[in-house]
């Protein structure tokens, strides 16, 4: 089997952690044995450490998602499927996956930054609003929204779909599906 790389990017807040752990336990039922990674476990990996009351900043960012790419590389390169949440919301990781991952599959999550303020359960937007914390992304730190991702979950044209995480990752599934991600 050839493995693949299903990269789930959005904003902190917008359920990419939520929709990788479904997908992954949707995999696993299927016996596809895929391997999950979640940005905020990465960076304690990594061990990523930034300064009090700052968040990453731009260029920090971009080579943590390349060195994303690469773990992700590694792995499906020897047959496995990756499931990665991460920010790294960057034409250049953006770039960098669609040259060098073979079967990348790219998910973005877009949701109001209203609606994320309300989802607000690590407090990062409140504490951005405090003064608290800077570089964070959507807000200060200027991001780039993914202009070819292969399926786009957009919150204001697709509320329905939010109602309910399940619904969310079953609709992925039929996308996955239908684009034979999956044979």
Do not use: H
Not at 35 to 50: A, W
Not at 96 to 114: A, H, Q, S
């Amino acid at each position: 089997m050839t493995g693949k790389v299903i990269w789930i990017t959005g904003l902190s807040g917008s359920g990419k952690t939520t929709l990788a752990m479904g997908l992954n336990l949707c995999l696993q039922k299927k016996q596809l044995n895929p391997i999950l990674l979640d940005g905020d476990q990465l960076r304690k990996i990594f061990k990523i450490d930034r300064p009090k009351g700052q968040s990453y900043a731009r260029n920090s960012r971009i080579n943590l998602g390349l060195k994303y790419g690469l773990l992700c590389k590694t792995l499906s390169t020897q047959g496995f499927i990756v499931i990665i949440a991460t920010i790294a919301m960057f034409d250049e990781i953006y770039a960098w996956n669609r040259e060098n991952l073979e079967n990348y599959f790219e998910i973005y999550l877009k949701v109001p930054l209203d609606e994320l303020f309300l989802r607000d359960d690590k407090k990062i937007y409140q504490r951005y609003n405090n003064g608290t914390l800077n570089n964070v992304a959507g807000l200060d730190l200027k991001v780039d929204e993914p202009l070819s991702a292969d399926v786009i979950y957009d919150f204001a044209l697709q509320p329905s779909l939010w109602n309910n995480p399940e619904n969310l990752i079953c609709n992925l599934m039929e996308e996955l599906q239908k684009k034979q991600i999956f044979i």
